[in-house]
């Protein structure tokens, strides 16, 4: 049986194979560096862009040295979860979420947004800029460049970001058009997005191997000596990592 969902998802992983390769690449040579020169690097979305935040945090096979943003006030444990909704277009708020993080000069922020509208993402990206933190944006550049800005600048996010990798996504995320609904389903986000980060972050672990650094990867702490192997390579870059 044949899922529109899964033709849907494999045509906008080949149109990022081909599309986004340069991009992916330098965001990989950007993390690498930052990782060898032991700068922080930092992971931020709001409301269901801060999945992705979470896949890069804390895991088996990921890199120990993401430090997310995780606001209560964007995250779906909310109650009641609307206010997400309304918090991500205050105004000023991402710049107060920035200015109570450790980034500083020289670090570095991957932050998510799909529409790449709503003034809390382009606020922390403005003051993370400010600081002179690289910016590296996930978003949908077909997407955004639809809507207008919810920030007084104007501006979107992916005018903003030092760098931009285009998620490719359908206008409204969801992909998949069912026949008498109005509105598509399946939102695609996610899944690529999960995808591109996990590219990166293997293809920075092959990048800090050539250059003869041991990358800074989390082991299963379901393996016998994970425990012990996660424990040395928390202390080799507890300075650069904020868990607590």
């Not at 044949?2 to 040579?29: G, M, P, Q, T």
């Not at 991500?88 to 710049?95: A, S």
């Not at 050539?210 to 425990?227: C, E, H, K, R, Y």
């Amino acid at each position: 049986m044949s899922y529109i969902y899964i033709d849907k998802i494999h045509s906008i992983l080949e149109e990022i194979s081909k599309k986004e390769e340069k991009n992916i690449n330098s965001a990989v040579k950007m993390i690498s560096n930052k990782i060898k020169n032991k700068n922080q690097i930092f992971a931020f979305g709001a409301s269901h862009a801060g999945i992705l935040s979470e896949e890069l945090f804390y895991r088996a096979g990921g890199l120990v040295v993401i430090n997310p943003i995780f606001e209560p006030s964007l995250m779906l444990n909310l109650r009641p979860v609307t206010m997400t909704s309304q918090m991500e277009r205050v105004e000023g708020f991402g710049t107060i979420i920035a200015n109570n993080t450790k980034m500083k000069m020289g670090d570095l922020v991957i932050i998510h947004s799909v529409s790449g509208r709503n003034p809390v993402a382009i606020d922390l990206a403005l003051t993370a800029k400010e600081k002179g933190v690289t910016v590296i944006a996930i978003t949908n550049v077909k997407y955004s460049s639809t809507v207008t800005s919810r920030h007084s600048t104007g501006k979107r996010l992916f005018e903003i970001a030092d760098l931009v990798i285009d998620n490719h996504g359908d206008i409204g995320d969801a992909c998949v058009e069912i026949k008498g609904l109005t509105q598509n389903v399946a939102p695609t986000s996610t899944v690529i997005g999960a995808t591109i980060l996990n590219i990166i972050v293997s293809e920075t672990a092959k990048e800090l191997i050539s250059q003869n650094i041991v990358p800074p990867v989390f082991f299963s702490a379901n393996l016998d000596g994970g425990d012990e192997h996660n424990k040395k390579i928390l202390a080799e870059y507890k300075d650069i990592i904020h868990y607590q």
